[in-house]
T-cell receptor, first 116, second 109 residues
Framework: ETGVTQTPRHLVMGMTNKKSLKCEQHLGHNAMYWYKQSAKKPLELMFVYNFKEQTENNSVPSRFSPECPNSSHLFLHLHTLQPEDSALYLC???????????????FGEGSRLTVL | AQRVTQPEKLLSVFKGAPVELKCNYSYSGSPELFWYVQYSRQRLQLLLRHISRESIKGFTADLNKGETSFHLKKPFAQEEDSAMYYCALSGHNFNKFYFGSGTKLNVKP
């Protein structure tokens, strides 16, 4: 499948659970991003990866742990979350800095997370 | 600090009326500005970017550095323009993007 694919689309978890969100892209991009979208708030940048290396951590709590094993896949591991972490988590990809990057982000449909 | 402000959460206009979605920003350097759109049941996607000076689906946006604004305009709104619109900015390296909270445009028949 082309584009950016996120799984699962919906996730409900307790505060003591461990779960992971997955993002996959087959657009040939080497930059990948995690954003958090909460109700009535701007999209919040969480993490940025360029060529599998983390280049940005926007002061995200350690209960969110990203992993980028290759340029096509990005994970967000979740552990001991809080109810206020309930949100839509969006993955995006783009060409990396300094190449064919024109500033366009390609988004997935998001993973809707509910923490009980 | 960088910030993107979209003062209107909801904007309702009739079909054929002009529409302007407001965006103001603060940024320490010289930013690149974008508008993204999310139609119902679709993913967030790029609408236009100021560096291209393009008109997409009849929409234009002018960067006003004096007023630090990047308002999105269309002279005659269509029903299919109904969507969520997000203003975003980045530095010249496009490595980090900051988004506003979005404006929902509702075009009534």
């Amino acid at each position: 499948e082309t584009g950016v694919t996120q799984t699962p689309r919906h996730l409900v978890m307790g505060m003591t659970n461990k779960k992971s969100l997955k993002c996959e892209q087959h657009l040939g991009h080497n930059a990948m991003y995690w954003y958090k979208q909460s109700a009535k708030k701007p999209l919040e940048l969480m993490f940025v990866y360029n060529f599998k290396e983390q280049t940005e951590n926007n002061s995200v709590p350690s209960r969110f742990s990203p992993e980028c094993p290759n340029s096509s896949h990005l994970f967000l591991h979740l552990h001991t979350l809080q109810p206020e972490d309930s949100a839509l988590y969006l993955c995006a990809s783009s060409h990396p800095v300094g190449t064919k990057n024109t500033g366009e982000l390609f988004f997935g449909e998001g993973s809707r997370l509910t923490v009980l | 600090a960088q910030r993107v402000t979209q003062p209107e959460k909801l904007l309702s206009v009739f079909k054929g009326a002009p529409v302007e979605l407001k965006c103001n920003y603060s940024y320490s350097g010289s930013p690149e500005l974008f508008w993204y759109v999310q139609y119902s049941r679709q993913r967030l996607q790029l609408l236009l970017r100021h560096i291209s000076r393009e008109s997409i689906k009849g929409f234009t946006a002018d960067l006003n550095k004096g007023e630090t604004s990047f308002h999105l305009k269309k002279p005659f709104a269509q029903e299919e323009d109904s969507a969520m619109y997000y203003c975003a900015l980045s530095g010249h390296n496009f490595n980090k993007f900051y988004f506003g909270s979005g404006t929902k445009l509702n075009v009534k028949p």
